[in-house]
């Protein structure tokens, strides 16, 4: 109960302290300019979908963008600033733990951090249903929120490691490079993979949708082709949707689309729901998709079975992808207010911001970055050091933006709850834990008075 | 007074460094020093001489270089110590969007008290220390002396056993020195320890009742302040009511039995009881009145 008074006070003292510096006022003002102005501003391609995209890609984006950087350069300077200006001399002396006074400053970030977002969702939200009712947008153009199924597929890990069992016994392994090297590479590929589908062939691929399709559903199949120097080239084939264990029950589509087109094409559930047979979970399904080529000259098409492809039934409505969006936009917030909080307890202000805004650069930047550095450059010892900072960087921050929530509601594809608990597990328990230490041992280890 | 120890230092030594870990200044030098229970005992010293660093040792806002530090027989990073001491520091460094009462607030927060208490525990300190007017008005726009009262304020919310002032008067007026001396010892008579600092050596002497004089980090000297300020050499007598003539013939009459000459002077009262006085005189008089939960 005392923690909780402490920790308490020192939220209260953080959120007046935000208040009354009018830091509050003038974020929400920008927000707001992002939130009604900067749709309004830029132009889109004049149909509902691309003013859909740049009220919630733009507005939402931008605007957590700046969201974000408040959190990050304020929290900078909460203990930065009162260690300077003597402050925290007066309470430090009380009997206060330093994790009370990191976890309440947090708090209040946290807070004035969820009611930011809420507002600039509630903007945001009811402008789209303003401008769908004034622009008389059809039925469908706001998307709700489909349960996404990948097909079933080995993991990465397993599949590199299968390659490189194959690879060793036909003696093709790589020279000069150590088994974890060859393994971290072919898995990096699996996800990259593009498996090829010659004119002719097949591709058999399994699904496991969310839960068991219903009556008066449709299924979504969605998928893309590319070719093999990302030309535009003519499809044609046939997909096949079957129900698992019942062959003869199925749904055909004709295909008849180019490659790079996203591909999406509907099957009722009626049939499959009227023809299962008892016991059958209506859960897994079949897809078969034939490459039956437009011509003689027809060229292979290629597909990465672990990106380009999902089928979808119905999940949520807009409203709650919607909400779901902004818990893991408000767990990147929450990382983001403990990763400067920390800073501002080792160093000043000025040095935790700029260490800050680099670090946020590097991992913004290292996901692009190092896809394009060789095996060769990696090796060579200028290099050793930039690129083992970048990969650990990535490495820790790569649950971040696991969820892609805001690309994932434009889409219409139910963010999943397992992403959600992905995202605030690590980005408001994990690595704020791991931050919270490390700021209390350097708070523990300063001397926080002048002389 | 009792004999318990509340602060004791052994061979204390702070070296301030650079940035490349040189020594710059050795700021105390071996510091032995033993505070009692309801003792008020004051660190004297120059500018520099370590008075300040050897409090801030003594709160744990710095890290002794060597040397021991027992606060209530806890090492000064114990939190739980903490909850005993009171402190104003030499500057008081407050939240300038905050009003006095949030202030109190703040800091009775975290000492975990209820809200109930620390607001009637607000409340009675604001009253004390004079600041009933402006308790809703930002400290930001305080004169020194009002942010002065705050900070004491805030020092006193947990009704501290040991009270860590450093330069407790600077910035207040006459009136307001009188009325912390005053607090200074109704608290020591009420068993609480006081550890100060002061420039101003009138205020050490009127209430302290040890003291130590710090220069260059070095003790030179401690003890009870009527044991170190007695010249044994000469006597002094005070006698009330004596005409010229009285007063002519007892000196005659003590020159000729001691054979030497004998100074004759006229007791005078200090200027700050002179300034009580008139003060008083035009009504203006505030009667000082230590806060209910701290008597």
């Not at chain 1, 090829?196 to 591709?203: F, L, M, R």
């Not at chain 2, 002061?198 to 009742?209: K, N, W």
Request: aromatic content about 8%; overall charge neutral.
């Amino acid at each position: 109960m005392s923690y909780l008074r402490q920790i308490w006070g020192v939220m209260l003292l953080s959120l007046r302290a935000a208040i009354r510096a009018k830091m509050v006022i003038f974020l929400i003002l920008a927000q707001v300019l992002c939130a009604l102005v900067l749709p309004r501003v830029i132009k889109g391609d004049g149909t509902a979908a691309g003013e859909l995209e740049i009220l919630l890609t733009y507005a939402l984006g931008l605007s957590f963008g700046i969201q974000a950087l408040a959190t990050l350069w304020s929290s900078c300077s909460l203990f930065a600033s009162e260690i300077s200006s003597f402050r925290i001399q007066l309470a430090v002396v009380k009997p206060v733990h330093f994790p009370i006074f990191w976890l309440g400053r947090w708090l209040a970030l946290l807070l004035l951090n969820g009611v930011l977002l809420l507002f600039v969702y509630t903007i945001v939200y009811f402008q789209l249903r303003w401008v769908e009712q004034n622009q008389g947008w059809e039925p469908g153009i706001v998307p709700s929120a489909l349960h996404v199924s990948p097909p079933i597929l080995p993991t990465a890990k397993a599949e590199a490691r299968q390659i490189y069992s194959m690879m060793q016994s036909k003696g093709e392994l790589p020279e000069g490079l150590s088994e974890a090297e060859v393994l971290a590479t072919l898995e990096e590929q699996a996800a990259e993979r593009y498996d090829i589908i010659n004119p002719g062939n097949e591709v058999v691929l399994n699904f496991q949708l969310a839960r068991a399709v219903r009556k008066g559903e449709n299924i979504t199949l969605r998928f893309r082709f590319d070719t093999e120097y990302s030309t535009r080239a003519h499809v044609k084939g046939l997909c096949r949707l079957e129900l698992q264990g019942q062959p003869t029950l199925f749904a055909e589509h004709q295909l008849e689309s180019v490659t790079q087109n996203e591909i999406r094409l509907e099957f009722a559930a009626d049939p499959f729901v009227a023809g299962a047979t008892a016991g059958n979970s209506l859960r897994d399904f079949v897809v078969i998709l034939k490459h039956t080529g437009a011509d003689d000259k027809a060229s292979a098409l290629l597909l990465r079975f672990r990106q380009d492809v999902v089928l979808m039934i119905p999940g949520k409505t807009f409203e709650s992808n919607l909400l779901r969006c902004a818990l893991v936009q408000g767990s990147v917030l929450a990382l983001l207010a403990a990763f400067g909080l920390t800073l501002s307890a080792v160093f000043s202000f000025p040095v935790a911001a700029f260490a800050a805004t680099v670090v946020l650069a590097l991992i913004m930047i290292g996901g692009g970055v190092l896809p394009l550095v060789s095996k060769e450059d990696e090796k060579k010892w200028e290099n050793r050091m930039g690129v083992a900072v970048l990969r650990a960087m990535q490495s820790t921050t790569r649950h971040i933006s696991e969820a892609k929530p805001l690309r994932s509601v434009v889409r219409g594809e139910l963010i999943a709850q397992r992403n959600i608990l992905i995202s605030v597990f690590w980005n408001m328990g994990v690595l704020p834990l791991a931050l919270a230490i490390l700021a209390c041992a350097a708070l523990r280890r300063r001397e926080l008075a002048n002389v | 007074m009792d004999t318990e120890v509340i602060i004791e230092t052994k061979a204390l030594r702070k070296t301030f460094r650079d940035f490349w870990h040189r020594p710059t200044v050795e700021a105390v030098k071996g510091l032995n020093l033993t505070v009692k229970r309801g003792e008020v005992f004051g660190l004297l010293g120059p500018n520099g001489s370590g008075k300040s660093t050897t409090i801030k040792m003594l709160l744990g806002l710095l890290h002794p270089t060597s040397g021991e530090i027992r606060m209530f027989g806890s090492a000064p990073s114990a939190t739980a110590m903490k909850e005993r001491i009171g402190y104003l520091p030499e500057v008081s460094y407050l939240h300038r969007f905050l009003t006095p009462r949030e202030t109190l607030m703040y800091y009775a927060s975290l000492f975990g008290m209820p809200k109930s208490e620390a607001a009637q525990r607000s409340r009675e300190l604001i009253t004390m220390v004079g600041l009933t007017q402006a308790a809703n008005r930002p400290v930001g726009g305080f004169s020194k002396g009002m942010a002065r009262r705050v900070g004491l304020a805030q020092a006193l919310i947990n009704a501290p056993e040991l009270l860590i002032l450093d330069e407790p008067t600077s910035g207040l007026d006459p009136i307001g020195c009188r009325e912390v001396k005053d607090m200074v010892r109704m608290l020591a008579a009420n068993g609480v320890s006081v550890l100060m600092t002061s420039h101003l050596l009138a205020d050490v002497e009127d209430i302290c009742d040890r003291v130590a004089v710090l220069a260059q980090g070095e003790l030179r000297a401690e003890g009870r302040i009527a044991e170190l300020l007695r010249q044994p050499e000469a006597v002094r007598y005070l006698v009330a009511g004596l005409s010229e003539e009285q007063s002519a013939a007892l000196r005659r009459s003590i020159e000729s039995q001691v054979g030497r000459p004998v100074q004759q002077d006229y007791p005078a009262m200090s200027l700050e009881a002179f300034f009580l006085q008139v003060i008083a005189r035009d009504g203006e008089e505030q009667k000082f009145e230590m806060a209910p939960f701290l008597r």
